[in-house]
């Protein structure tokens, strides 16, 4: 099983393809998501024009310093779970958003399922609901498996399970 969160959803498929093993089922949490065939822009054009004036020598601040702490705080369930992610995030080129990865055709022929925690995610949700995936709501932040774990690792195992998700669903 695959389970991709944020942006990492975009390499789904090329993680897959690479994979010497079958991959029973993939999973995105709050995720961006491939394209259904061809080639998935890292960043779209919006993305872009808002970071590029934030790269010094072509390298991006890590990406917790891109925005206003009002936005990033929330994300945090203390400051010890902070400190820790602040400090591994590395500082990626600008290049790396500026890339488009190929998605090798029928890359999604296994189950796939969508975990929402909240905005700016609601179209990827929506998006994944059309491919028919099973979709479900975990109100939280976007680093959500952070301050609860358990209930977002019960969630993805009862995806991956394929059982009923009505209850799960319903409001989302």
Do not use: K
Request: net charge negative; charged share 20%; with cysteine.
């Amino acid at each position: 099983m695959l389970v991709a969160h944020s942006n990492a959803g975009l390499f789904v498929p090329a993680v897959r393809a690479a994979l010497p093993h079958p991959v029973a089922a993939s999973v995105f949490v709050d995720a961006a998501l491939p394209a259904r065939g061809g080639t998935t822009p890292v960043a779209g054009p919006e993305l872009l024009d808002f970071l590029r004036p934030l790269a010094v020598d072509g390298v991006l601040p890590r990406w917790t310093d891109w925005w206003d702490e009002a936005d990033v705080s929330p994300m945090f369930a203390d400051a010890v779970i902070r400190r820790t992610i602040v400090e591994e995030q590395p500082r990626l080129p600008l290049s790396y958003y500026e890339q488009s990865i190929p998605v090798p055709p029928g890359w999604d022929d296994h189950p796939c399922a969508y975990v929402l925690f909240g905005p700016p995610y609601e179209h990827q949700a929506a998006e994944a609901r059309t491919r028919g995936w099973r979709v479900a709501h975990l109100p939280g932040e976007h680093l959500h498996q952070t301050v609860d774990p358990a209930a977002t690792a019960e969630l993805i195992t009862s995806l991956t399970d394929f059982t009923d998700l009505t209850e799960m669903t319903e409001g989302s």
